[in-house]
Nanobody, 123 residues
Framework: QVQLVESGGGLVQAGGSLRLSCAAS????????MGWFRQAPGKEREFVAL????????DYTDSVKGRFTISRDNAKNTVYLQMNSLKPEDAAVYYC????????????????WGQGTQVTVSS
């Protein structure tokens, strides 16, 4: 089992920044990819970014490219999502996920999920 705990959400004005953290514990050696997803009210959970746990290669959904950066600190078993130039449409509950599939952008391909952290962006 892998446990994930997110932190760092909050309220920010449009154009502002937030950094989300996701601390992993347990059988972290089984993780291949870490991803961030988000879900706004009434919408499906959508892919935001992913990072290969060992090599550090990344992928992003088009709407956040150039604004969000995913990174990891393997020594701390922690993944970060730096979010800059936030827009009202970025508001959602953000979830961290861990999985054993490479380049996974579908939620169903992830095995473990955090509890979520709320990001609110005021206009």
């Amino acid at each position: 089992q892998v446990q994930l705990v997110e932190s760092g959400g909050g309220l920010v004005q449009a154009g502002g920044s937030l950094r989300l953290s996701c601390a992993a514990s347990g059988r972290t050696f089984s993780i291949y990819s870490m991803g961030w997803f988000r879900q706004a009210p009434g919408k499906e959970r959508e892919f935001v970014a992913l990072i290969n746990w060992s090599g550090g290669t990344t992928d992003y959904t088009d709407s956040v490219k150039g604004r969000f950066t995913i990174s990891r600190d393997n020594a701390k078993n922690t993944v970060y999502l730096q979010m800059n130039s936030l827009k009202p449409e970025d508001a959602a509950v953000y979830y961290c996920a861990a999985g054993r599939t490479a380049w996974a952008t579908r939620p169903t391909l992830y095995n473990y999920w955090g509890q979520g952290t709320q990001v609110t962006v005021s206009s």
